[in-house]
């Protein structure tokens, strides 16, 4: 069955639990007869329940959030969502804090189906992490990478470091003598690492304006 015909219809006696196995399809009929508040991934065809969502982590998610607007914003052509179902592969159906993509007329690799869920993998990918750090920082960038994520990011809470990652490299992206990470995709995305751990706004947001003012 195409991705784009998949409808939410309830089944009886489709429920999910942590730790399930079964195909994204499977998973999406599910997922749509569980309650709205009802949050799961599925990562390599196993179900995966997020832990509650700590202040701290709404803080800096908030921030992040506010930062790639703000580029999408001043940059034609792409586009930012917030906790969007990610239909990756037949094994993988992911809602990541962030995504950065850029629109399929200019050459992006992810597109959006009737049902407005995203298909394919988006060109940048964010995560806030504190209880999740070990599944964001080994088994989701797996799945990630393999389905052609090329920049991820996990904003670790607890011990306060941003990991950036090249994925199609296979490499880290490190930041500056100033602490600045520069996206290896995106023109001008400047992303302050103090400005957004400890969090500085001002910092984050002068950042962000020069790199959207730079030769890039």
């Not at 009929?29 to 202040?55: K, Q, T």
């Not at 586009?79 to 159906?93: I, K």
Request: some cysteine; proline content about 5%; overall charge negative.
């Amino acid at each position: 069955m195409a991705i784009d015909s998949l409808q939410c219809t309830e089944k009886e006696g489709s429920r999910l639990r942590n730790g399930d196995c079964m195909t994204r399809e499977e998973f999406h009929r599910a997922y749509c007869a569980m309650p709205d508040s009802y949050r799961a991934e599925l990562l390599g065809g196993i179900v995966f329940e997020p832990s509650p969502v700590s202040y701290a982590h709404g803080q800096s998610d908030g921030d992040l959030t506010w930062l790639l607007r703000e580029y999408a914003g001043a940059t034609p052509g792409t586009g930012v969502a917030h906790n969007v179902t990610v239909m990756l592969s037949d094994d993988d159906e992911v809602q990541p804090d962030l995504i950065l993509r850029i629109d399929r007329k200019f050459g992006g690799m992810s597109r959006e189906t009737r049902e407005h869920y995203i298909v394919g993998p988006p060109e940048l990918v964010a995560e806030i992490a504190y209880s999740s750090r070990a599944i964001d920082l080994h088994f989701k960038k797996e799945r990630y990478a393999l389905a052609g994520v090329i920049e991820y990011v996990v904003v670790c809470l607890c011990p306060k470091v941003i990991h950036w990652f090249d994925l199609r490299n296979g490499k880290s992206v490190e930041a500056d003598k100033k602490g600045v990470f520069r996206s290896t995709v995106f023109p001008g995305l400047w992303v302050a690492r103090s400005g957004l751990l400890d969090p500085d706004f001002e910092l984050m947001k002068s950042t962000l304006m020069r790199g959207l003012r730079s030769a890039q």
